[in-house]
């Protein structure tokens, strides 16, 4: 398969608030094979995991697993547009605060500051969970990225949106510090991660964001943490998991040329670009972005 770089119409924009329905050319799609449509009690809860308490949701059925992993500026709480239509769909949908987000919480009696992808493998073996289909948006898509180099056999396959990847080449570093120069960080999170488009006409949808922005991080910066793996584009070569790569159109921090490089180096990977969207698509975009994921997972 090669790459394809497609850019999707007629952008969306939800009521903030409510529970969003799937989009009419989502309902058309054929139901994936894999999934059974009836679902179990979901909960909330925290997993005792190796030094943190993990926070997450499980929305329980015997469908195959969708894991949403959030940006530095969210939580579990951002996938309000997806848990309703990816459960619609007969997914097992599960989302949890990373360590030192929302409501997970540090335990120092346990090894520190542990990384990302070792949460997420240790979250999978406690809901005993073999496979999952990934979904990492912004600094989830580190996660995402170096889970898929560890633990490639644990994914049915992989979404990575609107991230810069946490990819140490050095050019590649380079061309970063030259698109966000200091003043850059200096700009509120609203104004980096939403794109002008739905800042102009969503506005109570601005509010609810910039309100689990807020919220994402009770304790100050978490920790940070390291990573299995140093991601390079040569690393990126390596894998075989059937890959999805977004970004919106109008992102500060992965716009549609820096999605490309990623796409040129992951063999076979699909690239779409939404529109009227910034760094923060999954929530300006919800109905596009949840069409392009659903389509492309129903596949694998």
Known sequence: MVNADISLQQPMRPRPGALPTVALFVLVLAQPTHTALAQGPGRDASADLPGVHLWFTDSGGSGAAVVFIHAATGSSRVWEYQRPAFSARGYRVITYDRRGFGRSTIDVSGSQPGTGADDLRALLDYLKIDRVH?????????????????????????????????VQ????????????????????????????????????????????ERTARPNGAPPAQTFRNRVTFAALETIKVPTLLLTGDADL?????IMRMFAARVKGSRSIVVPEAGHSAYWEQPEAFNAAVLEFIAKH
Not at 136 to 165: E, H, K, N, Q, Y
Not at 175 to 204: C, K, T, V
Request: proline residues 10%.
């Open 253 to 257: 921090f992965a716009p549609p040329s």
């Open 169 to 212: 080449d050095e050019s590649y570093l380079e061309l970063h510090r030259r698109m966000r120069p200091p003043e850059f960080a200096a700009m509120p999170p609203d104004i980096r991660e939403l794109g002008p488009s739905y800042r102009a006409s969503n506005a109570a949808g601005w509010e609810r964001w910039k309100e689990l």
């Open 134 to 166: 990934l979904v990492g948006t912004a600094a989830g898509g580190f996660v995402a990225w170096d889970f898929a180099l560890s633990f490639p056999d644990r994914l049915r396959s992989l979404v990575v949106a609107s991230s810069i990847g946490g």
